[in-house]
């Protein structure tokens, strides 16, 4: 269940669109907001004392954007309950990490710019480091996305044993919506045929004999490049949000090489959620 939600902001196009994402899933399940604003004071200041008005600036920027979203007839003010943390700090993603756990956030929600050159430069910094150092799910939301609902989901799994926790969390997302939840594995032509057919009838059977939704389908895509097996799908399938789970050793360690979540988070123009899960063992390496 979705009881808090960590909103990070620094009042630009794509955080704005990430607050109307967590809006609406607030709206859905009556979770709380907590918006976050981090502000850095350089080393030659930080001994004057604390500007609390500024701080209190910086409070009403965060919530005039807030009310400049609940305007909209789509949602009910009096439904959203939220408050607002504005600090400063010196690392953005270690203070967002930080504040997610002092308050038992159960979801982070983040904006990225979803493009190339210097976006990627920016998002890499930001939102991607929080998904590798935080241990709740990640909502990253490009800056494009427009649809507020899910109701087409693509999973994207390589067998692991976790997997089947990190379904459980998107079931839950799932039911909000009633969508549709597709089990993606792409065969790169790395392993013998037969045996990713044999994996995933063994995989299809475990997550329908443990997942407790009945919307969920199963297919294996050939395709000898994964991010672009990926892609296509997402394109072709008119997918609402990609959803995967990260393990530090395989998903982080490498910038542009197999690390799939890397690149969908740098080039989708869809929602994408992240799930961090134990180590386990491997059938193949993401």
Do not use: W
């Amino acid at each position: 269940m979705i009881k808090t939600i960590l909103v990070p902001t620094d009042y630009s196009k794509n955080a704005h669109n990430a607050v109307r994402y967590a809006v609406e899933l607030a709206h859905l399940t009556g979770a709380k907001i907590t918006f976050f604003h981090s502000y850095y004071l350089p080393i030659y200041v930080k001994n004057i004392p604390k500007d609390t008005a500024a701080e209190a600036g910086l409070r009403k920027e965060v919530s005039e954007t807030l009310d400049a979203i609940l305007k909209d007839k789509k949602y009910a003010a009096s439904d959203i309950k939220y408050d607002i943390i504005v600090k400063d700090g010196s690392s953005t993603v270690n203070e967002i990490v930080g504040i997610a756990k002092e308050i038992a956030a159960d979801m982070i929600v983040m904006g990225t710019k979803g493009s190339t050159g210097v976006g990627e430069v920016i998002f890499g910094s930001n939102t991607h480091d929080v998904i590798e150092k935080t241990e709740i799910p990640v909502l990253a939301i490009p800056i494009k996305a427009a649809s507020l609902e899910f109701k087409n989901i693509v999973f994207a799994t390589n067998y692991h044993f976790n997997d089947f926790n990190a379904l459980d969390d998107l079931v839950l997302i799932a039911k909000l919506f009633d969508s549709r939840i597709t089990v993606l594995h792409i065969d790169d032509g790395e392993m013998i045929h037969d045996f990713e057919y044999s994996m995933l009838d063994t995989f299809h059977l475990q997550v329908t004999e443990k997942a407790d939704y009945p919307n969920i389908h199963f297919q294996l895509l050939e395709n000898k490049n994964v991010f672009e097996g990926l892609q296509d799908f997402i394109h072709h399938n008119e997918i609402d949000l990609l959803a995967l789970s990260s393990r530090k050793k395989v998903l982080y360690n490498r910038l542009f090489g197999k690390s799939i979540s890397r690149k969908m988070a740098y080039h989708a123009d869809i929602p994408l959620m992240i799930f961090k899960i134990a180590e386990d063992d491997e059938i193949t390496d993401f």
